[in-house]
């Protein structure tokens, strides 16, 4: 799968695609599948839904591929049209939406995956971890999963939400920055006394 | 895993640290038009932690995204602008043809040389030449019309810009707008 592509590839690629390029297609869907799979999935907590949503969407962008304007970005347009599309189904599923707060979440901190690949510190970190995110605000929230479920770069997250990317890049800063403080008892190097209610002695060293 | 309370700026950019980023290029991110130094403002600890963190409630869901991407793209690909032309001329013109065909029945049914014409014990069919009926061949003529104009139409969508000229060396007596 092609990790290194840049937005003068996405150019190329989506340039190839219009014109029947079955090959420049599948590096595209090849390469934005597993973002779009985590984007979707950190948002709504639905495996099966995030992949029904990631069909819909690269349906869509093909679909519309001939209205591309290629002066934008392409990260940033289909994320805009992955964004509105889950909007969409939230609102569409509003009575049975599962809120990314309240599901699954424990399961998968407690996932036999955190087990394995990191033992008991790792899965006390992964824990914290989720509660640090829990206590977010959704538009911090989504911030961060641009940023790291999708690996999208700030000038591209900058034309994605129509905001300046100094404010994001603030807003950014703040959000690590709360994230520390939920963390900071659960560091095991840290020596302050854990306080918080998730705090387990059970992990630590 | 070392954590400090205090914001740490780093001299590595967190685009470095994300092996997902679309826009690793140092060049397009790391010291951006507008004055941002992106590192000044990341965690690259917390940052990779983060990205780790997603990547594994991804594979933790326990969906196959290789076999979920071969999925996507064959049921995407049949959507693209091009496969879209090409099947809707295909699909007008297996109509066009099929309703030529109909034309061309109903012609030689109804002006095709008459069956006491033909010796009756003769199984071999003559053919005479047809003259058809004006109103038949008006409607052959719009309808080789309408599908020179649907034609035009689909390609002025897909961009094909000596389609004109295609259309005049096929029916000289068109008014096309060739411009070579």
Redesign the interface.
Known sequence: ?P?????PD?RRLVAS????D?HA??VL???W???L??FL??RCRD?EL??EL??DV??K???R??DYDERGRF?SWIMLITINRLRDEMRRRSRHARPVENETLGA?AG?T??DA?GGPAAEE??RA??GALRSLSDAEREL??L??????????ISELLREP??TL??R??RV??K???V??PH????PQEPNGPADEEGGRA | MKRCNQPKPSSVSPMAMDPHDPNLNPNSSAEPAGGFVESAFGDPELEAQLALHFADESSASGVDLSALASRVALASVEELPSRVYRSRTRRGASLQAAALLAFGLVALRLLGPASTEAPESSSMFVAAPIVLPETILADMDLLTRDMVVRERTFSNLSGVADFECELESLFPEGEFQCDS
């Open positions: 799968m990790d290194s592509l840049e937005e996405f695609a219009r014109w029947g079955d297609w599948r869907v090849e390469h599948t597993p973002r799979f985590a999935h950190s495996p995030s992949e990631v069909q690269f349906v962008v093909a679909q591929l001939a990260s998968l996932s995956q955190a690949e970190s992964r971890l989720d961060l999963h940023r790291h479920a999708v690996g999208l770069s700030f000038s591209d990317r100094g890049l603030a950014h800063h690590l920055g994230l520390r403080v963390l900071a560091d095991p190097k840290n």
